[in-house]
């Protein structure tokens, strides 16, 4: 894990401004951590994927299915962090492949529901672990007390993210604008 750097080493990043250096060091080796960890979930999800002949995305689905059940389009689109539309082509593919099928709610007939067919139920189960599992397991070695401590850490990152996200970006960096016209 040492060998990835968040940040170059002597070089100001956002944020930076006001840190201590052993502040910074920190902060860069849970960037590190955070980096190992989803290009490991990434490798972990693509392999697992790949050996079922289903992409990433399709073997989440398939996997948050098995877990909860039947969900709307928007429901699965929020488990899995895409839009709409992206799930939209992920269910069309499965549906094709025979793995997931639209069913009518029987509560509000205007609400479809994605659902697992037989043939998905099967290749569910033969998936030995959903790759969030493996971080499951790994989080399941934290006390009790590290987990709350984890936890109030992580949700308080995850809301300055999300206020960054909602804010914008901000604007494109010139180089970067005046490059990607250059390759159309």
């Known amino acids: 894990m040492n060998a990835l750097r968040a940040a170059p080493r002597g070089k100001e ?3 930076d401004e006001g840190m201590s250096p052993s502040v910074k060091a920190d902060v860069n080796q849970i960037l590190e951590a955070i980096i190992y960890l989803t290009t490991e979930t990434r490798r972990i999800t693509k392999e697992l994927a790949r ?20 969900l709307s389009l ?3 689109s929020d488990k899995i962090r895409a839009q709409n539309s992206t799930v939209t082509g992920i269910i069309d593919r499965m549906e ?5 099928q639209r069913v ?8 479809i529901r994605i659902h697992l067919t037989e043939k998905g139920e099967r290749l569910a189960r033969d998936i030995p672990v959903e790759p969030m599992e493996v971080l499951r397991g790994a989080l399941g070695g934290l006390t009790a007390a590290e987990t ?13 993210i999300k206020a960054t996200v909602e804010r914008g970006l901000g604007p494109e960096p010139t ?3 005046s490059a990607s016209r250059r390759e159309r």
């Open 13 to 15: 990043t956002v944020g």
């Open 51 to 70: 050996r079922a002949s289903l992409t990433g995305p399709q073997l989440t689905v398939v996997k948050i299915l098995e877990t909860i059940g039947d």
């Open 74 to 76: 928007s429901e699965l």
């Open 96 to 100: 094709r492949e025979g793995l997931v």
């Open 104 to 111: 009518r709610s029987s509560e509000d007939r205007r609400v």
């Open 148 to 160: 709350k401590d984890f936890l109030r850490i992580m949700t308080k990152i995850a809301r300055r």
């Open 175 to 177: 180089g970067v604008a």
